[in-house]
């Protein structure tokens, strides 16, 4: 069903998700026609317009700030909270706000996604918020746990399976340590059928890297699915608009959002077909 995907040694912008057919659908967001009739459409009954009106509401950024109340606390987060907070304040229902977090549970509500896979775990403050309502899901979450990474720390699966009780997560979870560009292609070897609802791509944020996370994910989102890619407009990483418009947005399978007004931005996507 799905080719094996050889990575050139240079010219990263060449390289190109290897689809095959993909015949799972998100239930919570796909049309079936009754047995013996014609499905005139494609199945995919939201697209990402829809999905970010639903994003954009004030709610989604309360829900993101009481997310982290019930989380372990750490600058980070503390520093998240006020800034929600802040921007409640003084703008209201007109503030024009978005973050990987207000994006996973806007998405994660509509989809109520039945698998989730996450490249770039931390503290797992995105998986919670996919877990939070969501909260029979399927985790597969890979990371190298790399400490003080972004000069924040990463204190590992332990802690992250403690977070995610907090949030009443019921489902399976599998945590997959090490080089994504490593154990993502030995994980899809070994699990030849493994498809996801909702991805998150938050791990190495070099051009190559996001390359090679997105082609090797890409391939595995459901149709309704959802494809996230954060920090579209960091500039520290001037590159990854760039590959989350040459992979995702150029590409028909998807109808795609992404927000960069504030922050450091995000984008999502729905796979189409």
């Known amino acids: 069903m799905f080719r094996k995907l050889r990575w050139p040694d240079h010219r990263p912008a060449e390289m190109t998700p290897q689809y095959g057919d993909m015949k799972e659908r998100v ?45 372990a606390p750490d600058d980070y987060g503390r520093y998240m909270i006020r800034f929600y907070e802040d921007g409640m304040r003084r ?73 995610l009780a907090r949030v009443g997560h019921s489902g ?11 154990t993502l292609p030995r994980y899809f070897a070994e699990h030849p059928e493994a498809t996801f609802d909702l991805i998150t791509v938050d791990g190495d944020h070099s051009d190559e890297g996001a390359t090679r996370d997105l082609c090797d994910v890409l391939p595995r989102l459901a149709v309704g699915g959802v494809v996230a890619l954060d920090d579209i407009s960091h500039p520290a990483h001037p590159g990854l608009g760039a590959v989350w418009r040459r992979l995702v947005v150029d590409d028909a399978r998807f109808a795609s959002w992404s927000f960069d007004e504030v922050g450091y931005g995000v984008g999502f996507a729905v796979r189409r077909h």
């Open 27 to 71: 239930p919570a967001v796909c049309h079936e026609p009754s047995a013996g009739n014609t499905a005139w459409y494609p199945p995919v009954m939201i697209g990402a317009g829809a999905l970010a009106e639903l994003i954009m509401s004030p709610r989604q950024v309360e829900r993101a700030r009481d997310l982290l109340l019930r989380l």
């Open 91 to 163: 703008f209201g229902s007109r503030w024009r706000y978005a973050d990987l977090v207000t994006v996973l549970l806007g998405v994660a509500e509509t989809l109520q996604p039945r698998r989730y896979l996450e490249i770039g775990v931390r503290r797992g403050r995105s998986v919670c918020a996919v877990a939070s309502l969501a909260p029979s899901c399927d985790l597969a979450l890979f990371d190298m746990w790399i400490q003080d990474y972004a000069g924040m720390d990463n204190p590992g699966p332990a802690f992250v399976r403690a977070e």
């Open 172 to 182: 399976r979870c599998e945590f997959v340590d090490g080089d994504s560009h490593q």
